[in-house]
């Protein structure tokens, strides 16, 4: 949105060089988010965080390498868009999808990742528990309907006697 927006104030159309520019974008806008989702995983399995605290202190520790990702690709798209001289009609309309992008970008790839990181947690558990009811009412009624408990071991065939449980 941010690339579009700043091409239309522009007065520039959406032409290939500035498509390749939003490609860029998503490349740069998809690494930051699995940056800061791949370090919150790691530290709730590692080191048995809670999903709030391990977004949040992914979000301290992954801010610094996202903001030099973002600023270094920011910063070179400024002199294609405010470069002149020959062929600069051809790279500004890169240098504006670049920068206006990035800008906005940046800004909803920092708030939005923690609160989709939140819900789509939440949203896990409440699938976890609605289908760990299930596999017990099942298992309730198979033993109620036959006598036999789900749980129970397999039989063991003895080498010079009956089955054993």
């Known amino acids: 949105m941010g690339a579009l927006l700043i091409l239309m104030a522009g007065g520039y159309d959406l032409t290939v060089i500035a498509l390749i520019g939003i ?8 690494k930051n988010g699995i940056m800061m989702v791949d370090f919150a995983l790691t530290a709730e399995r590692d080191q048995g965080m809670k999903p709030e605290e391990a977004i949040y202190r ?9 903001m030099m990702t973002t600023m270094c690709a920011l910063l070179s798209g400024l002199p294609l868009m405010l470069g002149h001289g020959q062929g600069s009609e051809l790279r500004r309309p890169l240098g504006f ?7 906005l970008s940046q800004v ?5 990742t923690p609160i989709v990181y939140l819900y789509l947690d939440r949203a896990h558990y409440w699938y976890e528990k609605k289908h760990e009811a299930r596999r ?4 309730a009624r198979r033993l ?14 003895a080498d010079d006697g009956p089955l054993e449980h």
């Open 58 to 66: 992914a979000c301290l520790l992954r801010f610094r390498p996202i």
């Open 136 to 139: 017990r009412r099942k298992a």
């Open 23 to 30: 490609i860029l974008l998503i490349g740069i806008v998809k």
């Open 97 to 103: 999808a670049m920068v206006g992008g990035l800008l």
């Open 144 to 157: 109620a309907a036959d006598g036999t408990d789900p749980d129970r071991r397999l039989p063991v065939i």
């Open 108 to 112: 909803l790839t920092l708030f939005t």
